[in-house]
């Protein structure tokens, strides 16, 4: 029979698989970290210098400032196309300014 370590726990292949799997669906739209320790990484990235991969600080601050200039992009295209967010709309409507003029009962009006 042969030798395995503790068979309570996933081989080293499934391991790395699952992680891959992990990473990949972290991955969409944000930020993400090169696959190292796995057989899959055969690059060598430096660790300073303007190609070294950015801190997890760093990569937040990234991350809002994409998510920002998208937003300030599909604003500019709104007002391209001619739809623009109303901001400066009044918060009251003609049913709360109505209600408050016909607030008297009939009774005050009878005598």
Do not use: C, F, W, Y
């Not at 391991?15 to 891959?20: D, F, K, L, Q, T």
């Not at 970290?33 to 997890?56: E, F, I, Q, Y």
């Amino acid at each position: 029979m042969p030798s395995r370590g503790n068979p309570n726990v996933p081989n080293k292949q499934r391991r790395i698989a699952s992680r891959v799997k992990v990473q990949k669906r972290n991955a969409v739209n944000k930020v993400s970290k090169n696959p190292r320790g796995t057989a899959r990484s055969n690059v060598l990235l430096p660790t300073s210098g303007p190609l070294a991969l950015p801190s997890g600080k760093k990569a937040r601050k990234l991350e809002k400032a994409r998510n920002h200039a998208r937003q300030r992009a599909v604003e500019n295209a709104m007002q391209k196309e001619g739809e623009v967010q109303m901001t400066d709309a009044p918060k009251t409507t003609k049913a709360k300014t109505t209600k408050k003029q016909d607030d008297k009962m009939d009774v005050d009006g009878i005598s």
